[in-house]
């Protein structure tokens, strides 16, 4: 099965072989739901290739998301993307829903969101 939809949200037994995958190679669940995702791998196709991923470089969406505090509003992450990154607020727009669905952010009230999990780390 290949996913080719950012929205897509793993079955119980894919999310165990991801969690599998992120054990043994030592990434971050997201690490490889954003490779499955974007590199529309299979989970047979990733766990060949999961060792290889150790080792790319953090882009600056990586760091971006790093630089986020634990908590924060959405004036705050326009701010950073904008001021700091260059990026255009309609793209980190894109990036805070997709980031809540692959559950790196959850909405906690209206306009504040918490980071849960750790983009490209572990």
Sequence with gaps: MKFKEISYIPATFEEEQINLIAKVYNLTRVNVLIH?????????ELSSRAREMKDIKPEPEVDFFNKLPETFTTKKFLQIAVNDFNFSERTVERKLR?????????????????KIEDYGRK
């Design 36 to 44: 499955l995702i974007h590199g529309h791998l299979t989970l047979e």
């Design 98 to 114: 997709t980031w809540t669905k692959l559950k790196l952010v959850k909405k906690i009230s209206f306009g504040k969101y918490l």
